[in-house]
């Protein structure tokens, strides 16, 4: 969703979770961009649980701070929506024409949004079309009003102006995009660790198939170290990354509920793959990229390499 003009540079902030994290790039023309700025702002916790915020007034000073550390004075923004705040669904559409297509777009919307049409923001992007021009395919989007107004408002308050609001499976496959260029027969698995979520992104080429969240995060590891070994949250943390030394039997523990954790995990991936690849007519993907703060839990890529 985009607000006013794109001619100018923006600044990414993701509002995650467990941090806000800020970058500023500088174009390069054909050689790229450049990195200017990266800065990660941890929140208190409780900021923000289950995708809502709890507490504005913290968000919006982790927001003004990062914009500090950045040292930027670039006032407008790119942010996004979690997965778990949208509905993604492709369609087919029988249209003829660009109104038609519309008018299609509308009604499968009210046929399989559970919610109100006057509380919904509703936006879409053609995939395909039809090479006699009898219709094609396109990916429908929706969220809240309010999700939309949330993310305005915390940009706001900031002193920051909201440029594009995207889908955190859509920047995540932009980045895909950008730095690994796949051939357009490749089948690649996305898996975003976040603290509270895992989001899984299933891409053919460019092209987006898939998505999924799955509520086990990064945030699963330390709270069970925290409630088994009775660890304090940052010494959790440490030792969920393999930072913090403890004494020989508690190490065989931790390694004991660290392994759990990604037992879990990587089970609910592979039921995900098992659903995807069964409506896919049988076509895995190929490779899986890792990406996200819990990714680096300890033992965690060992466990998919294992497993998948």
């Given at each position: 969703?985009?607000?006013?003009?794109?001619?100018?540079?923006?600044?990414g902030?993701?509002?995650?979770?467990?941090?806000?994290?800020?970058v500023?790039?500088?174009?390069?023309?054909?050689?790229?961009?450049?990195?200017?700025?990266?800065v990660?702002?941890?929140?208190?916790r409780?900021?923000?649980?289950?995708?809502?915020?709890?507490?504005?007034?913290?968000?919006?000073?982790?927001?003004?701070?990062?914009?500090q550390?950045?040292?930027t004075?670039n006032?407008?923004i790119a942010?996004s929506?979690?997965?778990?705040?949208v509905i993604?669904?492709?369609?087919?559409?029988?249209?003829?024409?660009e109104r038609?297509?519309?008018?299609g777009?509308?009604?499968?919307?009210?046929?399989?949004?559970p919610f109100?049409?006057?509380?919904?923001?509703?936006?879409?992007q053609?995939?395909?079309?039809?090479a006699?021009?009898?219709?094609?395919?396109?990916?429908?989007?929706?969220?809240k009003?309010e999700?939309?107004?949330?993310r305005?408002?915390?940009?706001?308050?900031?002193?920051?102006?909201?440029v594009?609001?995207?889908v955190d499976?859509?920047?995540?496959?932009?980045?895909?995009e950008?730095?690994y260029q796949?051939a357009?027969?490749?089948?690649a698995?996305?898996?975003?660790v976040?603290?509270?979520?895992?989001?899984?992104?299933?891409?053919?080429g460019?092209?987006?198939?898939?998505?999924?969240?799955?509520v086990?995060?990064?945030?699963?590891?330390?709270?069970?170290?925290?409630?088994?070994l009775?660890?304090?949250y940052?010494?959790a943390?440490?030792?969920?990354?393999?930072?913090?030394?403890l004494?020989?039997?508690?190490?065989?523990q931790?390694?004991?509920?660290?392994?759990?954790?990604?037992?879990?995990?990587v089970?609910?991936?592979?039921?995900t793959?098992?659903?995807?690849?069964?409506?896919?007519?049988?076509?895995?993907?190929?490779?899986?990229?890792?990406s996200?703060?819990?990714?680096?839990?300890?033992?965690?890529?060992?466990?998919?390499?294992?497993?998948?």
């Amino acid at each position: 969703m985009w607000f006013g003009s794109s001619n100018s540079s923006l600044v990414g902030v993701d509002i995650g979770s467990s941090a806000i994290k800020l970058v500023d790039l500088k174009p390069l023309g054909k050689k790229g961009y450049e990195l200017v700025s990266l800065v990660l702002q941890p929140l208190p916790r409780g900021s923000i649980m289950e995708g809502e915020v709890r507490s504005e007034s913290e968000v919006v000073e982790a927001i003004q701070r990062s914009f500090q550390v950045a040292g930027t004075r670039n006032l407008r923004i790119a942010t996004s929506l979690p997965g778990s705040s949208v509905i993604i669904k492709r369609v087919t559409l029988p249209a003829q024409d660009e109104r038609e297509m519309t008018e299609g777009i509308r009604w499968e919307a009210e046929y399989s949004i559970p919610f109100d049409m006057s509380d919904v923001h509703l936006d879409y992007q053609v995939l395909h079309q039809d090479a006699k021009g009898k219709g094609g395919e396109a990916i429908l989007v929706a969220t809240k009003r309010e999700k939309i107004a949330e993310r305005i408002r915390l940009a706001s308050l900031a002193n920051r102006i909201p440029v594009v609001i995207d889908v955190d499976c859509f920047a995540l496959s932009n980045v895909y995009e950008y730095n690994y260029q796949p051939a357009p027969t490749e089948r690649a698995a996305l898996l975003d660790v976040s603290n509270s979520v895992t989001q899984l992104v299933v891409l053919q080429g460019l092209e987006l198939l898939f998505t999924r969240n799955m509520v086990v995060g990064g945030s699963y590891y330390s709270d069970f170290l925290r409630k088994e070994l009775g660890l304090s949250y940052s010494e959790a943390e440490q030792t969920k990354l393999g930072l913090n030394s403890l004494g020989e039997l508690s190490q065989r523990q931790a390694e004991t509920i660290l392994q759990s954790v990604s037992d879990l995990l990587v089970l609910e991936i592979e039921r995900t793959l098992d659903y995807f690849t069964a409506s896919s007519e049988g076509v895995a993907p190929q490779r899986m990229l890792l990406s996200g703060g819990g990714s680096r839990s300890r033992g965690l890529r060992r466990s998919l390499q294992q497993k998948l």
